[in-house]
Protein backbone atom coordinates (compact mmCIF):
# COMPACT_ATOMS: atom_id res chain seq x y z
CA UNK A 1 0.00 0.00 0.00
CA UNK A 2 1.60 3.29 -0.45
CA UNK A 3 0.10 7.11 -0.06
CA UNK A 4 -2.02 7.92 3.04
CA UNK A 5 -1.98 3.31 3.97
CA UNK A 6 1.93 3.11 3.59
CA UNK A 7 2.84 1.00 6.47
CA UNK A 8 -0.32 -1.03 6.96
CA UNK A 9 0.99 -4.22 6.16
CA UNK A 10 3.59 -4.16 8.69
CA UNK A 11 1.51 -2.47 11.45
CA UNK A 12 -1.17 -5.36 11.07
CA UNK A 13 1.41 -8.05 11.11
CA UNK A 14 2.56 -6.36 14.58
CA UNK A 15 -0.43 -5.76 16.06
CA UNK A 16 -1.84 -9.93 15.55
CA UNK A 17 1.39 -10.86 16.66
CA UNK A 18 1.27 -9.29 19.81
CA UNK A 19 -2.60 -9.70 20.54
CA UNK A 20 -2.07 -13.30 19.32
CA UNK A 21 -2.83 -15.12 22.40
CA UNK A 22 -5.57 -12.44 23.46
CA UNK A 23 -7.38 -12.53 20.53
CA UNK A 24 -6.81 -16.63 20.56
CA UNK A 25 -9.03 -16.52 24.18
CA UNK A 26 -11.65 -14.27 22.49
CA UNK A 27 -12.30 -16.05 19.99
CA UNK A 28 -12.56 -19.68 21.43
CA UNK A 29 -13.76 -18.41 24.60
CA UNK A 30 -16.94 -16.48 22.60
CA UNK A 31 -17.41 -19.57 19.94
CA UNK A 32 -18.17 -22.22 22.81
CA UNK A 33 -21.66 -20.46 23.70
CA UNK A 34 -23.49 -21.69 20.62
CA UNK A 35 -21.74 -24.81 20.15
CA UNK A 36 -22.22 -26.02 23.19
CA UNK A 37 -26.00 -24.98 23.78
CA UNK A 38 -26.61 -26.70 19.88
CA UNK A 39 -24.61 -30.03 21.59
CA UNK A 40 -26.92 -30.16 24.57
CA UNK A 41 -30.32 -29.09 23.41
CA UNK A 42 -30.97 -32.98 22.54
CA UNK A 43 -29.91 -34.42 25.86
CA UNK A 44 -31.61 -31.09 27.35
CA UNK A 45 -35.09 -31.26 25.65
CA UNK A 46 -35.16 -34.99 24.30
CA UNK A 47 -39.26 -34.89 23.01
CA UNK A 48 -41.49 -32.83 20.78
CA UNK A 49 -43.25 -32.57 23.60
CA UNK A 50 -40.84 -30.77 26.16
CA UNK A 51 -39.51 -28.69 22.57
CA UNK A 52 -42.83 -27.57 22.35
CA UNK A 53 -43.76 -26.72 25.97
CA UNK A 54 -40.93 -24.94 26.10
CA UNK A 55 -41.67 -22.88 23.22
CA UNK A 56 -45.35 -21.91 24.70
CA UNK A 57 -44.03 -21.43 27.96
CA UNK A 58 -41.26 -18.64 26.71
CA UNK A 59 -42.98 -17.11 24.45
CA UNK A 60 -45.62 -16.37 27.03
CA UNK A 61 -43.48 -14.83 29.06
CA UNK A 62 -41.84 -10.85 28.32
CA UNK A 63 -38.97 -11.12 30.60
CA UNK A 64 -37.15 -13.40 28.18
CA UNK A 65 -38.11 -11.25 25.37
CA UNK A 66 -36.26 -8.62 27.24
CA UNK A 67 -33.39 -10.23 27.80
CA UNK A 68 -32.48 -12.17 24.57
CA UNK A 69 -35.37 -11.27 22.52
CA UNK A 70 -38.43 -12.77 21.38
CA UNK A 71 -38.13 -16.83 21.41
CA UNK A 72 -38.94 -17.73 18.01
CA UNK A 73 -38.50 -21.26 16.12
CA UNK A 74 -36.97 -22.25 19.77
CA UNK A 75 -38.35 -25.94 19.39
CA UNK A 76 -35.31 -26.84 17.48
CA UNK A 77 -31.77 -26.94 18.03
CA UNK A 78 -30.70 -24.24 15.79
CA UNK A 79 -33.65 -21.89 16.52
CA UNK A 80 -33.18 -21.98 20.59
CA UNK A 81 -29.11 -21.82 19.91
CA UNK A 82 -29.78 -18.74 17.96
CA UNK A 83 -32.41 -17.55 20.25
CA UNK A 84 -30.28 -18.49 23.63
CA UNK A 85 -26.51 -17.03 22.91
CA UNK A 86 -26.42 -15.42 19.21
CA UNK A 87 -27.39 -12.02 20.90
CA UNK A 88 -24.92 -12.19 23.33
CA UNK A 89 -22.02 -13.16 21.08
CA UNK A 90 -22.95 -10.48 19.07
CA UNK A 91 -22.30 -8.62 22.19
CA UNK A 92 -18.83 -9.74 23.17
CA UNK A 93 -17.99 -9.96 19.69
CA UNK A 94 -18.27 -5.89 20.18
CA UNK A 95 -16.78 -5.59 22.98
CA UNK A 96 -13.64 -7.84 21.99
CA UNK A 97 -13.93 -5.06 19.08
CA UNK A 98 -13.84 -2.30 21.09
CA UNK A 99 -10.87 -3.61 22.92
CA UNK A 100 -9.12 -4.38 20.14
CA UNK A 101 -9.49 -1.10 18.02
CA UNK A 102 -9.12 1.24 21.16
CA UNK A 103 -5.73 -0.46 21.50
CA UNK A 104 -4.49 0.32 18.78
CA UNK A 105 -5.54 3.54 17.88
CA UNK A 106 -6.30 5.84 20.43
CA UNK A 107 -3.98 4.06 23.46
CA UNK A 108 -1.26 3.79 20.95
CA UNK A 109 -1.00 7.35 20.33
CA UNK A 110 -1.50 8.32 24.31
CA UNK A 111 1.65 6.30 24.65
CA UNK A 112 3.52 7.87 22.51
CA UNK A 113 3.77 5.09 20.16
CA UNK A 114 1.80 6.29 17.00
CA UNK A 115 3.99 9.64 17.16
CA UNK A 116 7.34 7.40 17.04
CA UNK A 117 6.18 5.11 14.19
CA UNK A 118 4.83 8.33 12.43
CA UNK A 119 8.62 9.54 12.10
CA UNK A 120 8.92 6.77 9.48
CA UNK A 121 7.55 6.15 5.95
CA UNK A 122 3.32 5.53 7.64
CA UNK A 123 0.66 6.59 5.94
CA UNK A 124 -1.89 9.01 7.58
CA UNK A 125 -4.65 6.16 7.64
CA UNK A 126 -2.55 3.40 8.21
CA UNK A 127 -2.41 3.06 12.08
CA UNK A 128 -6.72 3.06 11.74
CA UNK A 129 -6.68 0.17 9.05
CA UNK A 130 -4.04 -2.03 10.43
CA UNK A 131 -6.60 -1.48 14.07
CA UNK A 132 -9.59 -2.41 12.02
CA UNK A 133 -8.43 -4.81 10.12
CA UNK A 134 -7.52 -6.73 13.43
CA UNK A 135 -10.75 -6.28 14.56
CA UNK A 136 -12.11 -7.85 11.64
CA UNK A 137 -9.54 -10.76 11.27
CA UNK A 138 -10.92 -11.83 15.01
CA UNK A 139 -14.41 -11.17 14.64
CA UNK A 140 -14.44 -13.58 11.15
CA UNK A 141 -12.33 -16.22 12.92
CA UNK A 142 -14.65 -16.12 15.54
CA UNK A 143 -17.61 -16.29 13.32
CA UNK A 144 -15.84 -19.31 10.98
CA UNK A 145 -15.29 -21.30 14.21
CA UNK A 146 -19.02 -20.96 15.36
CA UNK A 147 -20.18 -22.18 11.75
CA UNK A 148 -17.60 -24.81 11.39
CA UNK A 149 -18.95 -25.89 15.04
CA UNK A 150 -22.15 -25.66 14.63
CA UNK A 151 -22.20 -27.68 10.86
CA UNK A 152 -20.15 -30.56 13.34
CA UNK A 153 -22.98 -31.05 15.21
CA UNK A 154 -25.54 -31.62 12.58
CA UNK A 155 -26.63 -27.80 11.98
CA UNK A 156 -27.67 -26.99 8.57
CA UNK A 157 -24.99 -25.23 6.14
CA UNK A 158 -27.45 -22.15 5.82
CA UNK A 159 -28.57 -21.47 9.32
CA UNK A 160 -24.82 -22.11 10.67
CA UNK A 161 -23.44 -19.48 7.77
CA UNK A 162 -26.37 -16.84 8.60
CA UNK A 163 -25.81 -17.14 12.40
CA UNK A 164 -22.00 -16.50 12.13
CA UNK A 165 -22.84 -13.65 9.12
CA UNK A 166 -24.51 -12.09 11.65
CA UNK A 167 -22.85 -12.30 15.15
CA UNK A 168 -19.95 -10.98 13.19
CA UNK A 169 -21.19 -8.21 11.09
CA UNK A 170 -23.32 -6.97 14.18
CA UNK A 171 -20.50 -7.05 16.65
CA UNK A 172 -18.15 -5.31 14.18
CA UNK A 173 -20.44 -2.02 14.09
CA UNK A 174 -18.84 -1.45 17.07
CA UNK A 175 -15.38 -1.45 15.73
CA UNK A 176 -16.50 1.58 13.67
CA UNK A 177 -18.08 2.88 17.32
CA UNK A 178 -14.78 2.69 18.51
CA UNK A 179 -13.48 3.95 15.70
CA UNK A 180 -15.56 7.75 16.23
CA UNK A 181 -14.82 7.32 19.84
CA UNK A 182 -10.92 7.21 19.39
CA UNK A 183 -10.87 10.27 17.40
CA UNK A 184 -12.99 12.13 19.49
CA UNK A 185 -11.83 12.21 23.06
CA UNK A 186 -8.06 12.34 23.94
CA UNK A 187 -7.66 8.84 26.07
CA UNK A 188 -8.13 5.43 25.41
CA UNK A 189 -10.41 4.99 29.18
CA UNK A 190 -12.66 7.47 28.12
CA UNK A 191 -13.02 6.09 24.14
CA UNK A 192 -13.54 2.51 25.61
CA UNK A 193 -15.79 3.95 28.09
CA UNK A 194 -17.97 5.74 25.68
CA UNK A 195 -17.91 3.22 22.77
CA UNK A 196 -19.09 0.13 25.62
CA UNK A 197 -21.83 2.82 26.85
CA UNK A 198 -23.19 2.87 23.29
CA UNK A 199 -23.27 -0.62 23.15
CA UNK A 200 -25.20 -1.03 26.90
CA UNK A 201 -27.41 1.83 24.97
CA UNK A 202 -28.33 -0.08 21.89
CA UNK A 203 -29.06 -3.29 24.01
CA UNK A 204 -31.54 -0.98 25.97
CA UNK A 205 -33.02 -0.02 23.25
CA UNK A 206 -33.18 -3.31 21.71
CA UNK A 207 -34.74 -4.70 24.76
CA UNK A 208 -37.31 -1.62 25.15
CA UNK A 209 -38.64 -2.84 21.38
CA UNK A 210 -38.44 -6.24 22.05
CA UNK A 211 -40.48 -6.29 25.42
CA UNK A 212 -42.64 -3.15 24.79
CA UNK A 213 -45.43 -2.17 22.89
CA UNK A 214 -42.72 -1.04 19.83
CA UNK A 215 -41.53 -4.00 17.96
CA UNK A 216 -40.25 -1.34 15.74
CA UNK A 217 -37.48 -0.05 18.06
CA UNK A 218 -35.84 -2.91 17.63
CA UNK A 219 -34.76 -2.08 13.52
CA UNK A 220 -33.30 1.36 15.24
CA UNK A 221 -30.52 -1.08 17.44
CA UNK A 222 -27.47 -2.98 15.76
CA UNK A 223 -27.92 -5.84 18.29
CA UNK A 224 -31.66 -5.95 17.26
CA UNK A 225 -30.57 -6.71 13.26
CA UNK A 226 -28.96 -9.75 14.61
CA UNK A 227 -32.27 -11.06 15.88
CA UNK A 228 -33.83 -10.28 12.81
CA UNK A 229 -31.54 -12.51 10.55
CA UNK A 230 -33.82 -15.37 11.75
CA UNK A 231 -31.26 -18.06 10.61
CA UNK A 232 -32.67 -20.93 11.66
CA UNK A 233 -36.49 -20.44 10.48
CA UNK A 234 -36.57 -18.47 7.31
CA UNK A 235 -33.27 -16.44 6.81
CA UNK A 236 -33.53 -12.87 5.66
CA UNK A 237 -30.34 -12.38 4.13
CA UNK A 238 -30.93 -8.70 3.27
CA UNK A 239 -30.66 -7.45 6.56
CA UNK A 240 -27.26 -8.02 6.37
CA UNK A 241 -27.05 -4.93 4.71
CA UNK A 242 -28.06 -2.74 8.24
CA UNK A 243 -24.84 -3.95 9.68
CA UNK A 244 -22.73 -3.50 6.47
CA UNK A 245 -23.70 0.04 5.71
CA UNK A 246 -23.27 1.05 9.89
CA UNK A 247 -19.79 -0.56 9.65
CA UNK A 248 -18.73 1.80 6.38
CA UNK A 249 -20.61 4.84 7.18
CA UNK A 250 -18.84 4.63 10.99
CA UNK A 251 -15.59 3.74 9.44
CA UNK A 252 -15.78 6.92 7.31
CA UNK A 253 -16.79 9.12 9.55
CA UNK A 254 -13.69 8.15 11.70
CA UNK A 255 -11.64 8.26 8.75
CA UNK A 256 -12.55 11.70 8.04
CA UNK A 257 -12.36 13.14 11.76
CA UNK A 258 -8.91 11.61 11.55
CA UNK A 259 -8.04 14.04 8.77
CA UNK A 260 -9.55 16.94 10.80
CA UNK A 261 -7.32 16.56 13.91
CA UNK A 262 -3.64 16.70 15.15
CA UNK A 263 -1.88 13.99 16.55
CA UNK A 264 -2.34 12.98 20.03
CA UNK A 265 -5.76 14.99 20.53
CA UNK A 266 -8.98 14.54 20.46
CA UNK A 267 -11.74 16.46 18.66
CA UNK A 268 -13.04 17.40 21.89
CA UNK A 269 -10.99 19.00 23.90
CA UNK A 270 -9.30 17.32 27.24
CA UNK A 271 -10.65 18.61 30.30
CA UNK A 272 -7.43 20.00 32.05
CA UNK A 273 -7.45 19.60 35.34
CA UNK A 274 -6.56 21.92 38.74
CA UNK A 275 -3.13 23.40 38.82
CA UNK A 276 -1.91 21.36 42.31
CA UNK A 277 -3.23 18.27 43.15
CA UNK A 278 -6.15 17.53 46.13
CA UNK A 279 -4.73 15.43 49.26
CA UNK A 280 -6.70 12.45 47.92
CA UNK A 281 -3.75 12.25 45.28
CA UNK A 282 -0.39 12.96 47.16
CA UNK A 283 -0.25 8.78 47.89
CA UNK A 284 0.21 5.98 45.54
CA UNK A 285 -2.91 4.70 46.94
CA UNK A 286 -4.93 7.64 46.13
CA UNK A 287 -3.37 7.99 42.41
CA UNK A 288 -4.30 4.57 41.90
CA UNK A 289 -7.80 4.91 42.57
CA UNK A 290 -8.18 7.92 40.55
CA UNK A 291 -6.94 5.71 37.69
CA UNK A 292 -9.49 2.90 39.00
CA UNK A 293 -12.53 4.66 40.30
CA UNK A 294 -14.46 5.18 36.80
CA UNK A 295 -14.07 1.33 36.07
CA UNK A 296 -15.30 0.66 39.94
CA UNK A 297 -18.11 2.89 39.49
CA UNK A 298 -18.96 1.30 36.33
CA UNK A 299 -18.91 -2.00 36.96
CA UNK A 300 -20.71 -2.14 40.07
CA UNK A 301 -23.59 -0.15 38.62
CA UNK A 302 -23.42 -2.55 35.79
CA UNK A 303 -23.72 -5.38 37.94
CA UNK A 304 -26.24 -3.58 40.02
CA UNK A 305 -28.45 -2.89 37.35
CA UNK A 306 -28.10 -6.88 35.73
CA UNK A 307 -28.97 -7.52 39.42
CA UNK A 308 -32.29 -5.93 39.10
CA UNK A 309 -33.13 -7.51 36.22
CA UNK A 310 -32.49 -10.89 37.31
CA UNK A 311 -34.54 -10.27 40.62
CA UNK A 312 -37.46 -8.97 38.15
CA UNK A 313 -37.83 -12.44 36.45
CA UNK A 314 -37.32 -14.87 39.39
CA UNK A 315 -40.64 -15.79 40.23
CA UNK A 316 -41.36 -16.10 35.94
CA UNK A 317 -38.55 -18.59 36.11
CA UNK A 318 -39.60 -20.63 39.03
CA UNK A 319 -42.90 -20.81 37.75
CA UNK A 320 -41.16 -22.09 34.08
CA UNK A 321 -39.21 -24.50 36.59
CA UNK A 322 -42.51 -25.65 38.14
CA UNK A 323 -44.57 -26.43 34.59
CA UNK A 324 -41.21 -28.41 33.14
CA UNK A 325 -41.12 -31.69 33.57
CA UNK A 326 -37.85 -31.35 36.20
CA UNK A 327 -40.18 -29.63 38.16
CA UNK A 328 -41.72 -32.91 39.90
CA UNK A 329 -38.23 -33.40 41.27
CA UNK A 330 -38.66 -30.47 43.77
CA UNK A 331 -42.07 -31.01 44.74
CA UNK A 332 -42.17 -32.27 48.02
CA UNK A 333 -38.04 -31.96 47.99
CA UNK A 334 -38.15 -28.44 50.14
CA UNK A 335 -35.93 -27.53 47.64
CA UNK A 336 -37.04 -23.48 46.88
CA UNK A 337 -37.52 -23.25 42.75
CA UNK A 338 -36.57 -19.17 43.52
CA UNK A 339 -33.83 -20.14 45.64
CA UNK A 340 -32.34 -22.50 43.06
CA UNK A 341 -32.31 -19.87 40.48
CA UNK A 342 -30.96 -16.92 42.57
CA UNK A 343 -28.01 -18.57 43.57
CA UNK A 344 -27.26 -19.95 40.11
CA UNK A 345 -27.24 -16.49 39.11
CA UNK A 346 -24.94 -15.22 41.72
CA UNK A 347 -22.83 -17.60 40.71
CA UNK A 348 -22.63 -15.96 37.19
CA UNK A 349 -22.05 -12.61 38.83
CA UNK A 350 -19.29 -14.13 40.39
CA UNK A 351 -17.32 -15.05 37.12
CA UNK A 352 -18.17 -11.30 36.10
CA UNK A 353 -16.84 -9.65 39.58
CA UNK A 354 -13.72 -11.73 38.55
CA UNK A 355 -13.14 -10.76 34.94
CA UNK A 356 -13.12 -6.85 36.79
CA UNK A 357 -10.81 -7.98 39.25
CA UNK A 358 -8.28 -9.59 36.49
CA UNK A 359 -8.44 -6.76 34.75
CA UNK A 360 -8.16 -4.17 37.61
CA UNK A 361 -4.99 -5.97 38.00
CA UNK A 362 -3.81 -6.54 34.86
CA UNK A 363 -3.71 -2.58 34.99
CA UNK A 364 -0.59 -3.00 36.91
CA UNK A 365 1.48 -4.70 34.06
CA UNK A 366 -0.20 -2.10 31.69
CA UNK A 367 1.37 0.76 33.59
CA UNK A 368 4.85 -1.05 33.90
CA UNK A 369 5.04 -2.00 29.85
CA UNK A 370 3.87 1.90 29.44
CA UNK A 371 6.97 3.11 31.10
CA UNK A 372 5.11 4.77 33.77
CA UNK A 373 5.99 2.93 36.61
CA UNK A 374 9.88 3.68 36.35
CA UNK A 375 8.79 7.38 36.79
CA UNK A 376 6.88 6.44 39.88
CA UNK A 377 9.45 4.44 41.06
CA UNK A 378 11.93 7.03 40.55
CA UNK A 379 10.69 8.74 43.30
CA UNK A 380 10.61 7.15 46.99
CA UNK A 381 8.25 4.99 46.20
CA UNK A 382 8.67 1.16 46.85
CA UNK A 383 8.26 -1.70 44.38
CA UNK A 384 5.61 -3.24 46.76
CA UNK A 385 3.32 -0.13 48.22
CA UNK A 386 2.81 0.69 44.04
CA UNK A 387 2.44 -3.14 43.26
CA UNK A 388 -0.37 -2.98 46.45
CA UNK A 389 -2.15 -0.16 45.60
CA UNK A 390 -3.74 -1.69 42.57
CA UNK A 391 -4.00 -4.80 44.26
CA UNK A 392 -6.24 -3.84 46.98
CA UNK A 393 -8.09 -1.95 44.29
CA UNK A 394 -8.86 -4.69 42.46
CA UNK A 395 -9.85 -7.11 45.64
CA UNK A 396 -11.87 -4.66 46.69
CA UNK A 397 -13.42 -3.04 44.00
CA UNK A 398 -14.02 -6.90 42.90
CA UNK A 399 -15.71 -7.39 46.38
CA UNK A 400 -18.25 -4.29 45.67
CA UNK A 401 -19.20 -5.25 42.32
CA UNK A 402 -20.50 -8.48 43.47
CA UNK A 403 -22.08 -7.39 46.30
CA UNK A 404 -23.55 -4.93 44.31
CA UNK A 405 -25.09 -7.73 42.19
CA UNK A 406 -26.65 -9.76 44.89
CA UNK A 407 -28.24 -6.40 46.38
CA UNK A 408 -29.81 -6.08 43.43
CA UNK A 409 -31.05 -9.45 43.08
CA UNK A 410 -32.25 -8.97 46.02
CA UNK A 411 -34.30 -5.75 46.05
CA UNK A 412 -35.66 -6.43 42.72
CA UNK A 413 -36.94 -9.89 43.98
CA UNK A 414 -38.55 -9.11 47.01
CA UNK A 415 -40.22 -6.32 45.06
CA UNK A 416 -41.34 -8.88 42.24
CA UNK A 417 -43.00 -11.25 45.31
CA UNK A 418 -39.79 -14.12 45.03
CA UNK A 419 -39.06 -16.24 47.59
CA UNK A 420 -35.62 -15.07 48.74
CA UNK A 421 -34.67 -12.00 51.13
CA UNK A 422 -31.78 -9.39 50.50
CA UNK A 423 -29.94 -10.77 53.01
CA UNK A 424 -29.68 -13.93 51.60
CA UNK A 425 -28.62 -12.77 47.86
CA UNK A 426 -26.13 -10.44 49.78
CA UNK A 427 -24.60 -13.22 51.68
CA UNK A 428 -24.62 -15.50 48.80
CA UNK A 429 -22.78 -12.69 47.05
CA UNK A 430 -20.18 -12.06 49.84
CA UNK A 431 -19.63 -16.31 49.70
CA UNK A 432 -18.26 -15.66 45.93
CA UNK A 433 -15.49 -13.44 47.18
CA UNK A 434 -12.92 -16.03 48.24
CA UNK A 435 -13.14 -17.99 44.89
CA UNK A 436 -13.02 -14.13 43.05
CA UNK A 437 -10.06 -13.16 45.17
CA UNK A 438 -8.22 -16.39 44.08
CA UNK A 439 -8.61 -16.10 40.70
CA UNK A 440 -7.08 -11.80 41.18
CA UNK A 441 -4.14 -14.01 43.15
CA UNK A 442 -3.19 -16.04 40.63
CA UNK A 443 -3.19 -12.89 38.10
CA UNK A 444 -1.35 -11.04 40.98
CA UNK A 445 1.82 -14.04 40.86
CA UNK A 446 1.64 -13.86 37.44
CA UNK A 447 2.04 -10.49 37.42
CA UNK A 448 4.85 -10.03 39.95
CA UNK A 449 6.97 -13.52 39.05
CA UNK A 450 6.04 -14.51 34.87
CA UNK A 451 4.58 -11.37 33.75
CA UNK A 452 4.86 -12.22 30.34
CA UNK A 453 2.09 -14.66 31.27
CA UNK A 454 0.25 -12.39 32.95
CA UNK A 455 -2.29 -12.69 30.19
CA UNK A 456 -3.61 -16.44 31.48
CA UNK A 457 -5.19 -14.58 33.87
CA UNK A 458 -8.06 -14.59 31.47
CA UNK A 459 -7.69 -18.18 30.47
CA UNK A 460 -8.34 -18.84 34.37
CA UNK A 461 -11.48 -17.06 34.08
CA UNK A 462 -12.37 -18.53 30.80
CA UNK A 463 -11.99 -22.28 31.52
CA UNK A 464 -13.86 -21.11 35.09
CA UNK A 465 -16.60 -20.30 33.51
CA UNK A 466 -17.03 -23.02 30.95
CA UNK A 467 -16.20 -25.74 33.50
CA UNK A 468 -18.88 -24.92 36.43
CA UNK A 469 -21.31 -23.98 33.92
CA UNK A 470 -21.18 -25.97 30.94
CA UNK A 471 -19.05 -28.64 32.65
CA UNK A 472 -22.13 -30.84 33.68
CA UNK A 473 -24.51 -30.66 30.86
CA UNK A 474 -21.00 -31.77 28.91
CA UNK A 475 -20.95 -34.97 31.49
CA UNK A 476 -16.85 -34.06 31.62
CA UNK A 477 -15.13 -35.55 34.82
CA UNK A 478 -15.80 -34.37 38.37
CA UNK A 479 -12.33 -34.11 38.29
CA UNK A 480 -11.86 -31.25 35.86
CA UNK A 481 -15.27 -29.91 37.28
CA UNK A 482 -13.22 -29.30 40.23
CA UNK A 483 -10.95 -27.62 38.79
CA UNK A 484 -12.52 -24.51 38.81
CA UNK A 485 -12.71 -22.27 41.80
CA UNK A 486 -16.48 -21.15 41.36
CA UNK A 487 -17.64 -25.03 41.69
CA UNK A 488 -16.50 -25.13 45.38
CA UNK A 489 -18.43 -21.95 46.52
CA UNK A 490 -21.32 -23.02 48.84
CA UNK A 491 -25.00 -22.22 46.34
CA UNK A 492 -26.61 -20.03 48.84
CA UNK A 493 -29.15 -19.12 49.42
CA UNK A 494 -31.01 -22.19 50.05
CA UNK A 495 -27.85 -24.51 50.59
CA UNK A 496 -25.76 -25.30 53.05
CA UNK A 497 -22.62 -22.82 54.12
CA UNK A 498 -19.12 -25.30 54.49
CA UNK A 499 -16.22 -23.43 55.87
CA UNK A 500 -13.55 -25.57 54.32
CA UNK A 501 -13.42 -25.04 50.83
CA UNK A 502 -13.87 -20.99 51.72
CA UNK A 503 -11.02 -21.13 53.98
CA UNK A 504 -9.24 -23.08 51.40
CA UNK A 505 -9.55 -20.55 48.73
CA UNK A 506 -8.64 -17.89 51.12
CA UNK A 507 -5.47 -19.52 51.68
CA UNK A 508 -4.60 -19.88 48.03
CA UNK A 509 -5.66 -16.50 47.32
CA UNK A 510 -2.73 -14.91 50.40
CA UNK A 511 -0.43 -17.80 49.11
CA UNK A 512 -0.31 -16.30 45.60
CA UNK A 513 -0.62 -12.61 46.59
CA UNK A 514 2.69 -13.03 48.97
CA UNK A 515 4.61 -14.88 45.61
CA UNK A 516 3.42 -11.85 43.63
CA UNK A 517 4.68 -9.53 45.88
CA UNK A 518 8.15 -11.00 46.00
CA UNK A 519 8.18 -11.54 42.36
CA UNK A 520 7.91 -7.99 41.77
CA UNK A 521 10.07 -7.10 44.43
CA UNK A 522 12.66 -9.19 42.98
CA UNK A 523 12.46 -9.44 39.25
CA UNK A 524 13.55 -6.80 36.21
CA UNK A 525 10.96 -4.37 35.58
CA UNK A 526 9.94 -4.63 31.35
Known sequence: MTGAFTGTWVLLAHALRIDRMRLTFWVLGIAVMPITTYATYDRLYPTVTDRVALEGVLGANPAFSLIMGPPNAISSAGGFTAWRTLLFVTIFIGVMCILTVVRHTRTDEEAGRTELLSAQCVGRYAFLTAALSTAAIASVATGA?????????????AGALASAVAVTLGGYVFAGVAVVAAQMVSFGRTAISISIGILGLDYLVRAWGDAGSMPWMTWSASLGWTEHIQAYSHPVWWTLILPTTACVVLITAGCVVRAHRDLGRGILAAHH?????SRALSGTFGLSW????????????????YGLIVGSIVTSISALIARA?????FKGSGVNPDE????????????VASIYGIQAMLCARTEETDGRVELL?????????????????????SALVIIGGGLGTGVSAQIAGAHVTVQGTVGAACLQIPAIWTLIGVTALLVGVVPRASILGWALVTASFMVSFFGPLLQLPRLVIDLSVFTHVPRMPGGTVTAAPLIIMSVIALVAIGVGIVGIRRRALS
Open 145 to 157: VIALGLMLFGSSV
Open 273 to 277: GPATA
Open 340 to 351: LFVAQAIGLMGI
Open 377 to 397: LSNPLSRTRWFASHLVIALIG
Open 290 to 305: RLHRARVMSWVSGLTI
Open 325 to 329: PIGAL
